[in-house]
Structures are given as C-alpha cells and as structure tokens.
C-alpha cells in the first residue's frame, strides 16, 4: 500500500468523500431539501478543483476550463426550476439545453469539425439530454421504483462506467475526476437511502451537466474514446431500473433491495467495457 500517497487519484477520491459526508450530515442535521440536492453538483465543483487545482477564470478558455462552468450554470439553472416549480415538460426541455450547452460549447473550439464529428456531436447532446431527463424522472418517482437515493445511484453508476473510458482516450484526469465523482455520489445516494428526502432538479442538471461536459470533452476534443464502449455506458441509466423490475414481486415493494439491485445492474456493463477496451486499444497502464 505504500503507492497510495503518491497516487494522484487519492486527493480527488478523498476531496469528494469529505464533501459527500459533509453535505449529507448538514442535510440530516438541519433536514434541509436543499442541502441534499446542493451535494452532488459541490461533489463534482470540488472534484473538479482538487484535479486542476483551480478555478478557472471566466470566461472560460479551453474546454477543460468550460467544463466547471457548465456545471455551475447546469447547477443555477435547475436551483431556478425547483424555485418556481414548474412541470415535466419545462423540465425535459431544461435537460436539453443542459445537454447542448454542454457540447456546443465545449466543442466551439473547434476550427473545422467534420461530418463524422458533427454526428457523434449530434448523439452527444441527444443521448445527454435523454440520460438527464431519465434521472430526473426517477428522482421524482416515488419509492420504492425511484426517489434521490436511486437517481444518484445512477449517475454514480454513469461516472464509474465512463472512468476507464477516458483513462483509454487519454485523458486520465477525466478518469481520476470520474473515479472520485462516482464515490462521492454513491456516499450521497446511501445518505439519501438512510435519510430519504427530497432531491431537486438542481441536483440532477448540475451533476449530470458536469459529467455530460467531461464527457464531450474527451470525446470532442481529446478524440480518443471508443464509441463502442461509450455506447455501453450509455445504457447505463436504463440497465438500473430494468434490473430492479427482475428482482421477484415479494421483494419489489423493499426500497432497499431496489436501490441496491438498481446499482448493481446499472454498473453491470463495467467488465465487458473493460474487457473491449483492453481488446480494442493499447494498455494505457
């Protein structure tokens, strides 16, 4: 164990634990909505300072530097929708804007994209808005089918699964901001399992808006990942819930037993997507 001090992921896996665990005792203590739904969008704001060891500078130049801001607007942005509390459709739509926003403007660096970039851009923001519209609608079921601890449990699951996706694109920052997201979520989805409360759209767009820009990012602009494996972890938030609808119909009424049968399957794409990477690219390690 002594190579954990000089590993470079521990400082990022350690930030987004404290903060995790910080937001959820505050949220516990003083039961507060907000804070809950504050946690995952801080999680992923303080990953993302412990990994670059800045606060980029507005505007923004470069992507990795957008990145932060779209979160932070993805974040201010569903804060507004949860305070005028308006319907699924506005909601849908807020998902969208998240998920262009996120790509156009990460890849308006570009000088001369082509057509093949056009179209994977394309799928980005689609297959982005259609993931952040599904969480959101599953943070807003009731349980035991949905509800904040789930919702989170997916995108934990999202952030783990695209890890090894970036580390084999080239971008082990990614992976090191990923790998720290994904726990930090997971501690927040288990907080919200113990301490069920609401968990606003706020939390939805401002975490999953930071995931979807990393994402683009090394899919836009670093140029390596595989589409194949990408499109796996693209499942992801659908493979959750089906394999919940598995479990036997004494048990589908336990909250617990769906929370945990939802992370299970939707992180069950992670050993063939490693294995394709493995088969498909160079080691990176």
């Not at 089906?242 to 119909?249: I, N, V």
Request: proline share 7%.
């Amino acid at each position: 164990m002594e190579w954990l001090p000089d590993n470079p992921f521990v400082p990022i896996v350690l930030a987004c634990v404290l903060t995790a665990v910080a937001f959820s005792l505050v949220a516990f203590l003083i039961k507060s909505d907000f804070v809950a739904s504050a946690a995952p969008p801080a999680i992923f704001l303080i990953g993302y300072y412990t990994t670059y060891q800045k606060v980029p500078p507005f505007p923004p130049v470069g992507s990795t530097n957008k990145i932060f801001y779209i979160a932070l607007l993805a974040t201010f942005g569903g804060f507004v929708l949860d305070r005028i509390a308006v319907g699924p459709l506005p909601r849908a739509a807020a998902s969208l804007l998240v998920s262009l926003l996120a790509a156009a403007w990460i890849a308006f660096a570009l000088d001369s994209p082509d057509a093949e970039l056009i179209v994977t851009g394309a799928g980005l923001i689609l297959v982005g808005a259609l993931v952040l519209w599904r969480v959101g609608m599953i943070a807003a079921t009731a349980e035991p089918e949905g509800g904040g601890a789930v919702a989170l449990a997916l995108l934990a699951a999202l952030a783990a699964l695209f890890a090894p996706v970036a580390l084999f694109g080239g971008s082990s920052t990614s992976m090191g901001l990923c790998l720290g997201f994904a726990v930090g979520l997971a501690i927040s989805s288990l907080s919200l399992r113990l301490a069920p409360r609401s968990l606003g759209t706020m939390a939805v767009l401002g975490a999953g808006g930071g995931l979807l820009a990393v994402i683009d990012t090394v899919v836009l602009i670093t140029g390596g990942a595989d589409l194949i494996a990408l499109a796996l972890v693209a499942l992801s938030p659908l493979l959750g819930p089906f394999g919940a609808r598995l479990l036997p119909r004494t048990v589908r009424g336990s909250s617990a037993l769906v929370w945990v049968a939802t992370g299970i399957a939707a992180l069950s794409p992670l050993p063939v997507i490693v294995t394709l990477l493995f088969l498909r690219h160079e080691s990176p390690v």
